[in-house]
């Protein structure tokens, strides 16, 4: 249309955002001393942009639809998160209601943080592993600052976006080995590319897709563009002779994908040795399982794998049949849906038949009204996003992991998402209410 694209990068006052849609890639250029949340008219509350927001610590109110029409510039907002409302040109009255808000939610979060680096454990004694979801080599000194037990999702594809060409080996192995040496000898999980969906690349010959969300992304890409998966493999493969490296398959839907996957992984460990690289060949291998189909054969995948991941925010757009970003059936988007328990019940069980490690990398582990549920079922290792990490783990602390045990024989006997929340909030609504927002 001959418009000029706006450069997030150069706003230079104190704003609010409020945009049509921002991409992952435009969010991951806000500077937090200029943008001090945003809005948008499209997207959802489990959308990569969201999560982004949630990892940099900024308020974000995503599919609000009119937010470009109703909202002017040089308006005075307020923007809560929590709740997801945001409040054009509002009283003074109001503006003193949520300045007192923000205050409470402050002081709750430094008393947790204060704490972080204790162990982990419910009131019973059950350990809990927390670790961290990141994207950027730069937000290891905040793990470090919040004691994570490690970093259980590393998201690849921040390094693929914002650019014109794919990423060169070395580029890769330096920022891999930043984040591994640095940890050691804490784990890292890095994540393969996990590219298309909501995070598009401008290169690459990458045709536009009807229903990206059901296209070509994770393992089928890389799997696709066995050049580009290579590149990568061998970067994580050098890293990992610098600390403790787990590798992680993206959107597996099948046996044959993890196959071939380590096919991939071996070949690239082959062509090292012929290079005479340093690398480390003995890493393990998991499976993210964000698909129902890999949810149903767990057990068949268990024995090719080391580890599983579940991620849930895809998990439950894909059972529920939800695109995650339409706000037109956002409130569908229900994480307490007595299907996504029965499938998370069922890939801890198979992980403890089979010696399996189980990981929840998805948002729901940085949730702490979850918290009874996830214990009840028998998850002891969580990652999420590291601002969450001293809330989760104040929570936890609170709990006895033997009340939330038979707290879940009640839960598996309820019906819709809103009799399970019920529930929780009948159990368990006691422990939620120093905490402001939950």
Known sequence: MGNTSVNIGKIDKR?????????????????LDRIKGFVTNRGGRTSHTAIIAKTIEIPAVLGVENATRVIKNDDIVILDGESGIVIVNP????????????????????DAAKASHLPTETVDGVPVRIMANIELPEEIEQIKKYGADGIGLFRTEFMYLSRDDFPAEEELFAQYRRVVETMAPKPVTIRTLDINGDKVISYGDTEEEANPALGLRGIRFCLKRPAVFQTQLRAILRAAAFGNVKIMFPMVSSYEEVVQAKEALLAAEDSLKKDGLDH????????????????????????????????TNDLIQYS???????????????????????????????????????????????????????????????SMN?????????????????????????????????????????????????????
């Open 386 to 438: 590291t601002p969450a990490i001293p809330i989760i783990k104040n929570v936890i602390r609170l709990l006895k992991a033997d009340d939330a045990r038979h707290f879940m024989d009640d839960v598996l006997k309820q019906p819709t998402a809103e009799d399970v929340n019920d529930l929780l909030q009948k159990r368990f609504g006691d422990v939620f209410l120093p905490m402001p927002g939950i």
């Open 15 to 31: 704003v609010i955002l409020v945009a049509h849609d921002l991409s992952p890639a435009d969010t991951s250029q806000i500077k």
């Open 280 to 311: 480390n060949s003995g890493i393990e291998i998991g499976a993210m399982l964000e698909v129902p189909s890999a949810v149903i054969i767990a057990e068949m995948l268990a024995d090719i794998v080391d580890f599983f991941s579940i991620g």
């Open 91 to 110: 009283s003074d009255e109001t503006i003193l209601k949520y300045q007192k808000r923000q205050q409470e939610y402050s002081a709750y979060k430094e």
């Open 320 to 382: 529920l049949a939800i695109d995650r970003d339409n706000r037109q059936v956002s409130h569908l988007f229900q994480t307490l849906h007595p299907a996504v328990i029965r499938m998370i019940k069922h890939v801890i069980e198979v992980g403890k038949a089979k010696g399996v490690e189980v990981v929840m990398c998805g948002e729901m582990a940085g949730s702490p009204a979850y918290m009874p549920v996830l214990l009840g079922l028998g998850l002891e290792r969580l």
